[in-house]
């Protein structure tokens, strides 16, 4: 059981490029979140699925777009990454309402 | 809006001396309150959730209660191993996401 996945660990972009964060769980939870961490300010909600083919703004969006692919998998996209987008995200999936399992991060800078 | 405050930002202490964290919220309704730990380069690992005022949950050497308007994390004679950040989060009975504090910085030292 791997639990919560993602890809790349660490991201090196420069300004203007574009990338996708990939997500997988093997858990068999309905709904999947994508935040990103910043120093000071504690996690915050950029996209959540509750359930497969639904998709939902979180409190962050501007400048993602996000795709539930299948249950298992979420994908996050920067189509023209800032410097203001450099941080770390998680990605995590939970059933219904209830406690949120987490990945391990991407670390991204964008110069 | 909903809204998480953790308070002290950062805590240091010697291995041994309990004390408590603090996660002050406002939620129109609340669903669960959640706690986490986070060790550095990590995701978020969760240890409880508590649902209604009077609730208690332990876990060796924690314990969260929670009432109307905060929940504490109660630590007892902790050890160098429990140094991590601590986050709480809530989440509204009328949506699916959850509001997350910035987090308490534990430090305990031998």
């Known amino acids: 059981n791997a639990g919560v996945t993602q890809t790349p660990k660490f991201q090196v972009l420069k300004t203007g490029q574009s990338m996708t964060l990939q997500c997988a769980q093997d858990m068999n939870h309905n709904s999947m979140y994508w935040y990103r961490q910043d120093p000071g300010m504690g996690l915050r909600l950029i996209y959540y699925s509750a359930s497969e083919g639904t998709t939902d703004k979180g409190e962050v969006p501007n400048g993602y777009n996000v795709s539930r692919l299948n249950k298992r998998e979420f994908s996050l996209r920067l189509e023209s990454a800032a410097p203001s987008q450099t941080s770390v995200y998680f990605c995590a999936s939970s059933h219904i309402a209830r406690e949120q399992y987490f990945g391990p991060g991407t670390r991204l800078t964008v110069t | 809006e909903d809204q998480v405050t953790q308070s002290p930002e950062a805590l240091r202490l010697q291995e041994g001396e309990s004390s408590s964290l603090n996660c002050s919220y406002t939620v129109s309704g609340l669903r669960g309150l959640f706690w986490y730990r986070q060790d550095p380069g990590k995701g978020p690992e969760f240890l409880f959730t508590?649902?209604?005022a009077g609730e208690e949950k332990e876990k060796e050497r924690l314990k969260a209660t929670l009432t109307k308007k905060e929940s504490f994390l109660h630590i007892t004679a902790p050890k160098p191993e429990d140094s991590a950040t601590y986050l709480c989060?809530?989440?509204?009975?009328?949506?699916?996401?959850?509001?997350f504090g910035a987090g308490t910085r534990l430090t305990v030292k031998p």
């Open positions: 989060a809530v989440q509204a009975t009328n949506n699916n996401d959850m509001r």
């Open positions: 508590l649902y209604s």
